[in-house]
Nanobody
Framework: QVQLVESGGGLVQAGGSLRLSCASSGRAISNYAMGWFRQSPGKEREFVAGISWYGGRTGYADSVKGRFTISRDNTKNTVTLQMNSLQPEDTAVYYC?????????????????WGQGTQVTVSS
C-alpha cells in the first residue's frame, strides 16, 4: 500500500492561491491513478480532480474547472493540486487518494489509499 501525506493547506483570502502536495512514504505512486477530494462540515466527500497513472489524462469537478490544476511527478513520488482564484466555497479538508487502476475515478469508492487530509480555509 501507499502511505499518503498531504501538505500545503492553510488560510487564504478569496482570489488567492494555494498549492497542495501529496507525497507517498510507502510504495511508489507511479502505478496508481491519483485523485483529490474535499469534504466540508455537513457535506459528503466530493471529487475535485484526478490524474491517470502516467499523467496523460486529467479530470476536474465542474466547480473547479479552469481554476485548479492537478499534476504529478512520478520521479519525486508526488502529486500536486494548484488552486487559483480560491473562493470561500472551496473551504474544506482536502484529501489525496490513490487507486490501483490506471485511470482515475471520480467516486471515492474507487480509492483504497487515503491521506489524512489538509485544511484549506478561504476567507471572504
Amino acid at each position: 500500500q501507499v502511505q499518503l501525506v498531504e501538505s500545503g493547506g492553510g488560510l487564504v483570502q478569496a482570489g488567492g492561491s494555494l498549492r497542495l502536495s501529496c507525497a507517498s512514504s510507502g510504495r511508489a505512486i507511479s502505478n496508481y491513478a491519483m485523485g483529490w477530494f474535499r469534504q466540508s462540515p455537513g457535506k459528503e466527500r466530493e471529487f475535485v480532480a484526478g490524474i491517470s497513472w502516467y499523467g496523460g489524462r486529467t479530470g476536474y469537478a465542474d466547480s473547479v474547472k479552469g481554476r485548479f490544476t492537478i499534476s504529478r511527478d512520478n520521479t519525486k513520488n508526488t502529486v500536486t493540486l494548484q488552486m487559483n482564484s480560491l473562493q470561500p466555497e472551496d473551504t474544506a479538508v482536502y484529501y489525496c487518494a490513490a487507486q490501483t487502476l490506471r485511470n482515475f475515478c471520480s467516486s471515492s469508492d474507487c480509492y483504497d489509499n487515503w491521506g489524512q487530509g489538509t485544511q484549506v480555509t478561504v476567507s471572504s
